[in-house]
């Protein structure tokens, strides 16, 4: 119990552990205790094959990770494209690989309470894990062309997972949520069983793998070949099956501005201009 109480500050907080190990920085999606779980054939396998203790940070929500991210607290981080891209263009953050296949934007609903449509919505909640994630932008884009506004017409209600999100949903606290196919996975399956997906609002960029700009070439390479070798190793084997993806591929220019029609809502939200630099830890 105090080993988990420890691993669950370190992930939440970035404490300090030990002096060489290498820090992976993984978007808050999951409780933290799921997150080190889900995540921990990747760690297994890195910390294998870079032969040095490797450990599994995050952070209370997708601001403070990206705050985070930006201030070089991980060696590799995992981060959403809206938030990779950024990394990239304000402080040459290199992208080394992206799952496949891409993440999707899904606007569900309780088979027992069904949404015949957005305005349905209006005076209720909306069930989403956090405002700054892509899925959730597309949402909201998607509902302001429908004639509704957030905050005005429904109040958006953050949550800390997908499964937490669709448990207000199957409780009646929310009229609807958003989430994507991964994030279904992550549902437990009695609750599962009762949401409908409403509409597919949008295809989403997965998410994508990326080291900061004073890393070593040589050592960046390394660590992109090791990615894309880890969906043939029994750990990436084991992951994959976990979370729904098939596999990773090279990061490129064209993958990466998929993200640029997300970057000024982002940084809105964010409060924060191209430099990067008003991101509070």
């Known amino acids: 119990m105090q080993t988990a109480r420890w691993l669950l500050c370190v992930l939440l907080a970035g404490l300090s552990g030990p002096a060489l190990a290498f820090t992976v920085g993984v978007l808050p999606i999951h409780s933290s205790r799921v997150l080190v779980e889900r995540y921990e054939p990747l760690r297994a396998y890195l910390e294998r094959t870079l032969q040095q203790p ?3 940070e995050s952070a209370p929500d997708f ?3 990206h705050a985070r991210t930006l201030r070089g607290d991980f060696d590799l981080t995992i981060t959403a494209a809206h938030f990779a891209r950024i990394a990239q263009k304000d402080l040459g953050f290199l992208p080394l690989a992206q799952f496949q296949p891409d993440h999707d934007s899904l606007l569900i609903h309780s088979m027992d309470r069904p949404l015949s449509g957005p305005g349905d919505l209006k005076g209720k909640q909306l069930a989403v894990i956090d405002r700054l994630a892509i899925t959730v932008m597309a949402t909201i884009h998607y509902l302001e062309e429908q004639g509704l506004e957030s905050e005005r017409d429904y109040k958006v209600a953050e949550h800390r997972s997908h499964a937490s999100a669709a448990h207000a949903l199957a409780s009646g606290m929310s009229a609807a949520a ?5 994030g279904l996975l992550q549902i437990p399956e009695d609750i599962r069983r009762k949401l ?4 597919h609002i949008a295809d989403i960029p997965a998410f994508l793998f990326i080291v900061k700009p004073d890393l070593p070439k040589s050592q960046a390479e390394r660590i992109r ?3 894309l070798e880890f969906p043939r190793a029994a750990e990436g084997i084991d992951f994959l099956g976990q979370t729904g993806y ?3 591929r ?3 220019e064209t993958i990466m501005k998929r993200a640029d029609a997300y970057l000024g809502e982002t940084r809105k939200v964010l409060g924060t201009p191209s430099s990067g630099k008003r991101l509070e830890p």
């Open 54 to 56: 490797v450990r599994i």
């Open 63 to 65: 601001a403070r990770f």
């Open 178 to 182: 958003v989430t994507t196919s991964q």
């Open 196 to 199: 409908v997906v409403h509409k």
């Open 225 to 227: 070949a090791l990615l």
């Open 246 to 248: 098939t596999t990773l």
């Open 250 to 252: 090279p990061a490129s």
